[in-house]
């Protein structure tokens, strides 16, 4: 008797082993579905192979999967239709070919339109593709800006239909209007939301490992055992808007006189020039904040890693949740919201503003969040609304309020209620205790990663 082939699943994105929030989603994924499918062979295609982010696993590079190139329409059409067909000949033969955050305009146009094309023409007979939507280009003034240079109206709005794509999967339901309003079927849309590998969020710390994550980041000695910190887990780029973190923490400790500082875990990204300057930016504001805030850049990896001998070799972002009071949340646009899920299980309460698109979603699934606040206000005006009109112009605002006492003055007056109401839920450990018992048994029943594994095989039809 013949043996039977074994099927395979491949995941695309620009970058494999980047440390974003989309290749979190891949490993969360892959790692569950080799769980639940040992046979299912796995493969990950990008521009770069930065870390093998499963070991069972095969890799392939296309290069120009890589953003950043300067284009002309000319290098455009070019490089879209060789990017079609370099994935045609990748994918021959395999049965799934998940297409991670295929529409970011002007961040990879090429890329966009290439996955159109390959979706369209080249798809090897037998594959179904599924587009995964993490977010839309027009969510980013900065990847939506210059487009009409590059394409029509018509154009992308063909790119956007996805002819020839078997489903898009969307990880808010908010996307999911979008993509109808967009043109494509309600019924080719099915959402399918990031999971959590609560085995990252269980492990606890002695006290020698927290003082060694301490250590890491350089927490000067004074400090260490009256610090409270407050974790941002994000990377750095202006949506996150981590000047009003900055901002935030520092009325807290103004008003409960707490030594708390904060923590960005995130990486800065190399290829956005955007989120370069806005770095600059934020260490300007850091300065002139005077209190301890720490950019690791991206040095703790998602899970613990262990030498030969089973010590602890690099601590992971479940650790850094581990060693804080709080979860600080303050970005104005998110795909998914992941510190908003994670918090429940790491037993941790998230405090900040409330990011409209995911939250809403994740009340529908029973969570509550009704202590996040709507609006803060800068010199009169809401700093969303500061930042929507220019990414980095917040940044700013928040530097000038930190340099005029007066302004300082005003500024708590005017947010005095939200940011009393963010103290009382940090001071209150009872109320602490109930939220987050709570929200992570709402949590679990959606969110929790072998659940969403399932759905998403029933899904692709790989169950």
Known sequence: MAKKKQKTICFIHYGIGWKDGINTVIKTLASQIKKQKPLLNICFIGGKIKEPILEDAFYKIIPELLPGNKLTKKILQKEALLIAKKVAKATKGMEVVVIENPFLGTYHLSAMMGFSIYAQEYKPAGTKVFFRIHDLYTDAPQYSKNLEKFCSSSKIKAIIKGRGVDGFLVVNRALKKELIRAGIPSQKIFYLPNGINASIFKERLTKKESDLIYKDLKIPSKDKRKAKILFYPVRVVPRKNIEEAILLTYFIREVTRDNYILVVSGKVDKHDPLSRAYHQSLKKLARKAKFPIIFTKGTFPLERKYDLKGKIKKFSIGDLYQISQAVIMTSFREG?????????????????HRTQNVIEDFEKSGLKFNWLYRHFFVEGKDLFKIKSEEYLEGAKEVINTLKNPELKKQTLKLNKRIIMNQVRILQD?????????????????????????KHFLKLVSLK
Do not use: D
């Not at 998914?336 to 900040?352: D, S």
């Not at 992570?440 to 969110?447: F, G, N």
């Open 336 to 352: 998914f919201g992941y510190p908003f899920l994670e918090c429940w299980f790491a037993g941790k309460i998230v405090i900040g």
């Open 429 to 453: 450990k009872k109320q602490q205790k109930q939220i987050i018992k709570s929200n992570l048994k709402a949590a679990k029943k959606t969110y929790e990663i072998s659940k969403v594994t």
